[in-house]
């Protein structure tokens, strides 16, 4: 053990302070018009006592609000006033509800987790001891829940013991970039009193992890489109999870204890859940489903893999009280793979429940031990200050003006050569006019979620010469990287911008990852195209323009792919990454419609990858795409079309093929039909077929994709075609399978909105949305693909 190790664990063993509340802060807003303005704040400077009596309510809030922040009737969203709101170790009392911000992380010290106590005399207006998104006197939400973007909540302790009656911890209506990790719940017991956890009844999100509840009649009540949870756990509540109401949902690692009801999604509105690597313990009642095949709709859709059942005399119930599957009061039942809903294999749909240990094929590559792999996002908790090296120290401006290549690469070049040091990117915009390279062994944290790093210049010009704009190993690289709250965008007209090219392989032992702190990580590292102050892809450079056929603002054309994980690369471990092209403005207080052009969202040609809880959006070609890839679990992933497709239609303005890139040939696509002569494609109500793919498989083995939302909402701006009554047909079809022998693709609970054809193998469409319709999307329970 060298000096430094011996240091941090003696450190450790004292109690030293997180490295965070220690830290130089050096973070800038370049874009806000205060030069002035804080984006770390911690909660004592403005007064909070954290001593368990004092009210710290008026502190907190203030900390949080200070700087002329986004909330309010006034400002629905803004990235110019990112803040990092730390709260060091302390019990804090509060009497009436914190009210978070936009682009707002809440962080406590991850080594004494500090608590955020409800008084026994708590009242508000507002909905929990957290309020992150508060109803307006006109019944409307603040923010609108599917545009809540870049929010976090770490390392806090929520308690509401002491208050009487009927209480949430955490209202948390979400979208994409956010995440709650971390946390603990301390919920009352009582039976006097109705305590929820986390209460979420809209939004597109989104991840929560690393999570415990104790108590409550609900440990967590949950309504969105789509959300990946993991690790959470659940003690002593009488419902464990109420689902509200979802497209998709997709758990893993969930531990249910002593509670009456594991997972109640009886709603009508539940599209379908994935429940993977779980136990339940001394509960009455693991699940209730509302899923009858005997309904027309498909709801309800359930896929159970490698779950134990220890003394739960009722596995699945029904909505009606009957028993589907019985457990065992006493003894222990282990449910390897069981689905219910409608199954193609490959042909369908055929109404299934069961255990058919063929439809649950589970690559081990993927897999530590009998777990599928998963890893926590690091805080680097025992590392002290000194061994954070700064951006902006390192002599990166970060205004978005200034070229700082030269300085992140000396940065990142230094922290590779002593793995005892890490990459702290302080809150800014750091503009590069080539690519940024991030070797082996970096370390890098972004602060704020608002470290960008954004490509701009004559390099990233050329739409037929693709650059990278942050390049992670170079091809045949071997080692190790671990990268957590940075965003990576463009500037400008870069047609040619690659914004992140994945090659780094992170060795594996033959049995899977590998040992130690393998394999590589990005955690909530995002790609943000246009739509953001600086970004000059604005409402002022690129206004939508639906009543002018065909045109295109090549000023506009901003990205060639948004993130390319190359054959080379291997071992990577991703969690909570949104790819996204922007539909719109974020600083407009209107959220004004715009339309920036990015070719590829992520195309996959690596092997052993992890997606857990990623988006990828409004990309001309595609958005997923795995091209000769093998062993690649993802978990609900998330697209969408571009809204003014098909005006142009796909693939211009990538008119070129690119075959490097594998780019889809719409011409042969949209003509080829077998089950139509093979003249011209057949589907019901004529749906545009030039339409952006959701999700591409090319010669590709051992793929498992738990939970897919692919949706196609708009043509030409308007939504009229992804309602039930223009029978869905925003577009011809969605996603797309080309297996490589009998164990390419599994795709469980698949989920579409808006295209006619579901899932097309090889040119022959294998589901169609009529026949899985739920209720605004249509779900298939489970797919596997044929030779």
Same mark, same amino acid.
């Given at each position: 053990?060298?000096?430094?190790?011996?240091?941090?664990?003696?450190? /450790?063993a004292?109690?030293?302070?997180?490295?965070?509340?220690?830290?130089?802060?050096?973070?800038?807003?370049?874009?806000?018009?205060?030069?002035a303005?804080?984006v770390?704040?911690?909660?004592k400077?403005?007064?909070?006592?954290?001593?368990?009596?004092?009210?710290?309510?008026a502190?907190i809030?203030?900390?949080?609000s200070t700087?002329?922040?986004?909330?309010?009737?006034?400002?629905?969203g803004?990235?110019?006033?990112?803040?990092?709101?730390?709260?060091?170790?302390? #019990?804090?009392?509060?009497?009436?509800?914190?009210? +978070?911000?936009?682009y707002?992380?809440?962080?406590?010290?991850?080594?004494d987790?500090p608590?955020?106590?409800?008084?026994?005399?708590?009242?508000?207006?507002y909905?929990g001891? !957290?309020?992150?998104?508060?109803?307006?006197?006109?019944?409307?939400?603040?923010?609108?829940?599917?545009?809540?973007?870049y929010?976090?909540?770490?390392?806090l302790?929520f308690?509401?013991?002491?208050?009487?009656?009927q209480?949430?911890?955490?209202?948390?209506?979400?979208?994409?970039?956010?995440?709650?990790?971390?946390c603990?719940f301390?919920l009352?017991?009582?039976?006097?009193?109705?305590?929820?956890g986390?209460?979420m009844?809209?939004?597109?999100?989104?991840?929560?992890?690393?999570?415990?509840?104790?108590?409550?009649?609900?440990?967590a009540?949950?309504g969105?489109q789509?959300? #990946?949870?993991?690790?959470l756990?659940?003690?002593?509540?009488?419902?464990a999870?109420l689902?509200?109401?979802?497209?998709?949902?997709t758990?893993k690692?969930?531990?249910? &204890?002593d509670c009456?009801?594991?997972?109640?999604? /009886?709603?009508?509105s539940?599209? %379908?859940?994935?429940?993977?690597d779980?136990?339940?313990?001394?509960?009455?009642?693991a699940?209730?489903?509302?899923?009858?095949?005997?309904?027309? #709709?498909?709801?309800?859709?359930? !896929?159970?893999e490698? &779950?134990?059942?220890?003394?739960?005399?009722?596995v699945l119930?029904?909505?009606?009280?009957?028993?589907?599957?019985l457990?065992?009061?006493?003894?222990?039942?282990?449910?390897?793979?069981?689905?219910?809903?409608?199954?193609?294999?490959?042909?369908?749909p &055929?109404?299934f429940?069961?255990?058919?240990p063929?439809?649950f094929?589970?690559?081990?590559?993927?897999?530590?031990?009998?777990?599928?792999?998963?890893?926590?996002? @690091?805080?680097?908790?025992s590392?002290p200050?000194?061994?954070?090296l %700064?951006?902006?120290?390192?002599?990166?401006?970060?205004?978005?003006?200034? +070229?700082?290549?030269?300085?992140?690469?000396?940065?990142?070049?230094?922290v590779a050569?002593?793995g005892?040091?890490?990459?702290?990117?302080d809150a800014?915009y750091?503009?590069?006019?080539?690519?940024?390279?991030? @070797?082996?062994?970096?370390?890098?944290?972004?602060?704020?979620l608002?470290a960008?790093?954004?490509g701009?210049?004559?390099?990233?010009?050329d739409?037929?010469?693709?650059? @990278?704009?942050?390049?992670?190993?170079?091809?045949?690289?071997? $080692?190790?990287?671990e990268? /957590? +709250?940075?965003?990576?965008?463009?500037?400008?007209?870069t047609?040619g911008?690659?914004?992140?090219?994945?090659?780094?392989?992170? @060795?594996?032992?033959e049995?899977?990852?590998?040992?130690?702190?393998g394999?590589?990580?990005?955690?909530?590292?995002?790609?943000?195209?246009?739509?953001?102050?600086?970004?000059?892809?604005?409402t002022?450079?690129?206004?939508?323009?639906?009543?002018a056929?065909?045109?295109?603002?090549k000023?506009?054309?901003?990205?060639?792919?948004?993130?390319h994980?190359?054959?080379?690369?291997?071992?990577?471990?991703?969690?909570?990454?949104?790819l996204w092209?922007?539909?719109?403005d974020i600083?407009d207080l209107?959220m004004?419609?715009?339309?920036?052009?990015?070719?590829?969202?992520m195309?996959?040609?690596? %092997?052993?990858?992890?997606?857990?809880?990623?988006?990828?959006?409004h990309?001309?070609?595609?958005?997923?795409?795995?091209?000769?890839a093998?062993?690649?679990?993802?978990?609900?992933i998330?697209s969408?079309?571009?809204?003014?497709?098909p005006n142009?239609?796909?693939?211009?303005?990538?008119?070129n093929?690119?075959?490097?890139y594998?780019?889809?040939?719409?011409?042969?696509?949209?003509?080829?039909?077998?089950l139509n002569?093979?003249?011209k494609?057949?589907?019901?109500g004529?749906?545009?077929?030039?339409?952006?793919?959701g999700?591409?498989?090319?010669?590709?083995?051992?793929?498992?994709?738990?939970?897919?939302?692919?949706?196609?909402f708009f043509?030409?701006f308007q939504?009229?075609c /992804?309602?039930?009554t223009?029978?869905?047909?925003?577009?011809?079809r969605m996603?797309y399978?080309?297996?490589?022998?009998?164990? $390419?693709?599994?795709?469980?609970?698949?989920?579409?909105?808006?295209? &006619?054809?579901?899932?097309?193998?090889?040119?022959?469409?294998?589901?169609?949305?009529?026949?899985?319709?739920?209720?605004?999307?249509?779900?298939?329970?489970?797919?596997?693909?044929?030779?």
């Amino acid at each position: 053990m060298g000096i430094l190790s011996l240091w941090l664990a003696a450190a /450790s063993a004292v109690g030293a302070t997180f490295w965070m509340e220690d830290i130089r802060h050096q973070g800038i807003a370049p874009f806000n018009p205060y030069k002035a303005y804080p984006v770390f704040r911690s909660v004592k400077e403005f007064g909070a006592k954290g001593d368990g009596v004092t009210d710290d309510t008026a502190a907190i809030n203030a900390a949080i609000s200070t700087g002329g922040r986004c909330i309010g009737y006034q400002c629905v969203g803004t990235t110019t006033t990112p803040a990092i709101v730390y709260f060091p170790p302390g #019990t804090y009392l509060i009497t009436s509800s914190i009210i +978070d911000y936009y682009y707002t992380q809440l962080i406590g010290d991850p080594n004494d987790m500090p608590v955020i106590k409800g008084a026994p005399t708590f009242q508000s207006r507002y909905m929990g001891l !957290l309020e992150s998104n508060p109803y307006q006197d006109n019944g409307h939400l603040n923010f609108l829940s599917t545009n809540v973007f870049y929010r976090q909540v770490r390392n806090l302790v929520f308690d509401t013991t002491d208050i009487p009656g009927q209480m949430l911890a955490v209202h948390w209506p979400s979208s994409q970039a956010t995440s709650i990790q971390n946390c603990v719940f301390n919920l009352s017991a009582r039976a006097s009193d109705t305590h929820t956890g986390i209460f979420m009844e809209e939004g597109s999100g989104g991840v929560l992890s690393d999570l415990i509840f104790y108590g409550g009649k609900y440990g967590a009540q949950f309504g969105n489109q789509q959300y #990946t949870m993991r690790n959470l756990t659940f003690v002593g509540s009488q419902t464990a999870i109420l689902q509200i109401w979802n497209w998709g949902w997709t758990y893993k690692s969930l531990t249910i &204890v002593d509670c009456d009801i594991g997972i109640n999604m /009886s709603s009508p509105s539940v599209g %379908s859940a994935t429940l993977l690597d779980s136990g339940f313990f001394n509960v009455k009642t693991a699940i209730i489903t509302s899923y009858d095949p005997t309904n027309s #709709t498909s709801r309800g859709s359930l !896929l159970v893999e490698n &779950v134990v059942y220890d003394k739960v005399p009722t596995v699945l119930e029904a909505a009606d009280g009957r028993v589907l599957l019985l457990g065992d009061a006493t003894g222990i039942v282990y449910d390897p793979g069981y689905a219910m809903g409608n199954l193609y294999a490959p042909n369908g749909p &055929v109404p299934f429940q069961g255990r058919d240990p063929e439809h649950f094929y589970q690559p081990k590559s993927l897999k530590r031990g009998h777990l599928y792999y998963e890893r926590p996002k @690091p805080q680097y908790e025992s590392y002290p200050a000194s061994s954070f090296l %700064s951006a902006r120290t390192y002599g990166a401006v970060g205004d978005g003006v200034t +070229d700082d290549t030269k300085a992140l690469n000396t940065l990142f070049q230094a922290v590779a050569e002593n793995g005892n040091r890490i990459a702290f990117l302080d809150a800014g915009y750091y503009k590069v006019c080539d690519t940024v390279y991030i @070797p082996s062994g970096a370390h890098v944290v972004g602060e704020a979620l608002a470290a960008v790093i954004m490509g701009a210049g004559p390099k990233y010009a050329d739409m037929e010469n693709p650059y @990278p704009v942050v390049m992670i190993g170079k091809p045949g690289e071997e $080692g190790c990287i671990e990268m /957590s +709250d940075v965003i990576v965008s463009t500037q400008g007209a870069t047609a040619g911008a690659v914004l992140i090219q994945y090659n780094l392989h992170t @060795p594996s032992d033959e049995t899977g990852p590998a040992s130690g702190d393998g394999p590589s990580g990005l955690w909530d590292v995002h790609v943000r195209i246009g739509g953001f102050a600086g970004s000059q892809l604005q409402t002022a450079e690129c206004p939508i323009t639906p009543n002018a056929a065909g045109y295109i603002n090549k000023n506009c054309i901003a990205a060639h792919t948004s993130m390319h994980i190359t054959q080379h690369a291997g071992n990577l471990y991703m969690e909570n990454n949104w790819l996204w092209v922007a539909d719109h403005d974020i600083e407009d207080l209107n959220m004004t419609r715009i339309s920036v052009y990015a070719g590829r969202g992520m195309l996959i040609e690596g %092997s052993q990858i992890w997606l857990v809880g990623s988006a990828v959006e409004h990309h001309t070609l595609y958005q997923y795409q795995l091209v000769n890839a093998s062993d690649i679990w993802m978990g609900q992933i998330q697209s969408e079309t571009p809204y003014y497709q098909p005006n142009p239609p796909a693939p211009y303005p990538f008119s070129n093929r690119n075959m490097q890139y594998w780019d889809p040939d719409f011409a042969v696509d949209c003509l080829y039909d077998p089950l139509n002569g093979g003249q011209k494609l057949g589907l019901a109500g004529n749906p545009p077929c030039a339409m952006a793919w959701g999700f591409r498989a090319l010669g590709s083995e051992n793929v498992v994709v738990f939970g897919a939302g692919l949706y196609s909402f708009f043509n030409n701006f308007q939504t009229n075609c /992804s309602q039930k009554t223009a029978g869905e047909n925003c577009q011809a079809r969605m996603a797309y399978v080309d297996p490589r022998g009998g164990k $390419g693709v599994e795709m469980y609970n698949l989920n579409t909105i808006g295209s &006619v054809s579901m899932l097309t193998q090889q040119g022959t469409d294998m589901a169609l949305w009529g026949d899985n319709y739920v209720d605004f999307a249509s779900t298939l329970a489970v797919f596997r693909s044929g030779t």
